[in-house]
C-alpha cells in the first residue's frame, strides 16, 4: 500500500463498495444507542430516587450498584451479561445483551446526573410546592424535575456522546453493530486503515455534532444560573 | 464452594501481575496524554485563529471518536500505511490513550487557567513578572487546584478504558480474565472476580476525587 496517496486511492475507489456494508452497521450502532439509552433514563431515575430515599432498604442498594458500576469497565460487565450469563444457562444474543448491558452502565451514571440536578433545585422551590397543598409527588413531577431537567441537558448530551462511543465495544460480544461488520471487512480486504478511518467518520458525524449542541447548552445554563442568582 | 474459592486462590497471583501492567498501561497514558495537553492547550489559548482551529479540531475528533477506533487505527491501519511501524500492542494502547486523554486534559486545562481571575494575572504583570513568570508562579499553580478533580475524574475513566486495549491483545486485567475465562470455562466466577480487581484500583481513586471536588466547594 505504500504512500499516502495510495491510501487516499484506495479509499475513494472503494468507497462505494464499503460505504453501504458499514452503513447498514451504523444503523445498528444507532438502535444499540437509543436502546440502551431508553433503559439507562428510566432505570436512571429510578436510581436517583431510590438513591435519596429515607428507606436505607432502598437507598444502600441503589448507592452499590452506582458505586460498582462506575468502579468498573464497561466492557467488564458487558462480559458478565455475554459471557457470564451463557455459563448459567442464560444466553443472550449479543444485540440484546449490548443493549441491556450498556443500558445498566449508563443507569448509574444517569443517576447520578439526576441527583445533581435535583439538588440543584433550590429547596425553596420544593417547601413553596408542599405549602401551596401540592403533594410530593406532584411537587417531584411538577415542580422538581422540569427545573432539574433544564440543568441536565449538557450533562444528557455528554451522556448520550459517551454512550454512542461505547456501542463500539458491542463488537466484542458479536453485536452487529458498525466495528463488528468494520473487522469482518478488514479480515476480507486487509484495507484496515481506510475501513477504520471511514468508521471514524461515522461516530463523528453524530458525536461532533451533539458535542457541539452540549457546548451550547452548557452556556445557556450558565447563563441561566446566572440570571437566577 | 471450597472448589470456586481454590479457583479465585490459583487465579489471585496471575491478576495481581495483570493488575499491575493495567496500571502501568494508565498512568504510562495519563503522562502521555498530561504532556501533550501543554502544547493542544497552548495553541487552543493562542491569539492565532489557525492555531485554535487546529487545536478544537484535534479536541473534538480525539473526544469524538471512540478509543477503540483510535487503538485500532494504531495497531492494525498504521502498519499497513506505515510498513516500517511495528510498536507492540501495548505501546500502541499507551499511545492510543495518550491521544485521547491529550484533548480531554487540554480542555481541563483551558478550564482551569480561565477560571482564575484576570485580575491575578494582571497584578502580577503589573508587579513586572514575564506573562510566563505569571502563568509558572501565580497562574499556573491556582488552575491546577482547579483543575485537580477533573483529572482525578479523567484518571478514573482511564483505569476502566484500558480494559479496552485486551482488545489488541495488550496485556493487562481483561485480557488476562478472558484467558483464564476460556481456560477454566467460567466466566461468570473470572469477570465478577476481576471486576473486584478494577474496584480496588478505582474507588480509592474515585473518592480521593470526591474528597477535592467537595474541597472545593467549600472554598
Known sequence: MGSMSGFWTIFWAKLSEFLPNLLVGFEVTLIVAAGSFVIAMSLGLLLAIARQS??????????????????????TQ??????????????????????????????????????????????????????????????????????AVKLMMPAFCNYAIQLLKDTSLASVV???????????????????????????????????????????????????AGAAA | MTDLLARFASWTPEL???????????????????????????????????????????????????VLVILFIIYFGLPDVIPSFRWNSMSCAILGFALQGSALLAEIYRAGINA????????????????????????????FRIGL??????????????????????????????????????PMPVYIYVSLFYLILSLPLSQLTRMLENKRVRQ
Open chain 2, 116 to 143: 482564575v481571575e484576570r485580575g491575578e494575572k494582571e497584578a502580577s504583570v503589573a508587579l513586572g513578572l514575564t506573562p510566563l513568570q505569571a502563568l509558572v508562579h501565580v497562574t499556573g499553580p491556582q488552575a
Open chain 1, 174 to 224: 458479536a453485536a452487529p453493530e458498525v466495528m463488528f461488520r468494520a473487522r469482518a471487512l478488514v479480515m476480507e480486504t486487509y484495507l484496515s486503515m481506510q475501513i477504520y478511518v471511514l468508521v471514524g467518520l461515522m461516530y463523528l458525524s453524530i458525536s461532533i455534532p451533539l458535542s457541539i449542541l452540549a457546548g451550547r447548552l452548557q452556556r445557556r445554563t450558565v447563563k441561566m
Open chain 2, 16 to 66: 495481581i501481575t495483570a493488575a499491575g501492567q493495567t496500571l502501568y498501561l494508565t498512568l504510562a497514558a495519563f503522562a502521555g496524554a498530561a504532556v501533550l495537553a501543554i502544547p493542544i492547550c497552548a495553541m487552543k489559548m493562542s491569539k492565532s485563529a489557525s492555531m485554535r482551529g487546529f487545536a478544537t479540531s484535534y479536541i473534538e475528533v480525539a473526544r469524538g471518536l471512540p
Open chain 2, 149 to 186: 478533580p477533573p483529572m482525578g475524574n479523567y484518571l478514573v475513566g482511564l483505569l476502566k478504558d484500558t480494559s479496552i486495549a485486551s482488545i489488541i491483545a495488550a496485556p493487562e486485567l481483561m485480557l488476562r480474565a478472558k484467558d483464564l475465562s476460556s481456560s477454566s470455562f467460567m
Open chain 1, 54 to 75: 429515607q428507606n436505607r432498604w432502598a437507598s444502600v442498594p441503589a448507592g452499590i450498584y452506582i458505586e460498582f458500576i462506575r468502579g468498573t469497565p464497561a466492557l
Open chain 1, 78 to 147: 458487558l462480559f458478565i451479561i455475554y459471557f457470564g450469563l451463557a455459563q448459567l444457562g442464560f444466553s443472550l444474543p449479543g444485540l440484546v445483551a449490548a443493549i441491556a448491558g450498556l443500558g445498566l452502565n449508563g443507569a448509574a451514571y444517569v443517576a447520578e446526573i439526576f441527583r445533581a440536578g435535583l439538588q440543584a433545585v433550590p429547596d425553596g422551590q420544593r417547601q413553596a410546592a408542599i405549602s401551596l397543598g401540592l403533594t410530593p409527588y406532584q411537587t417531584f413531577r411538577h415542580i422538581r424535575i422540569p427545573q
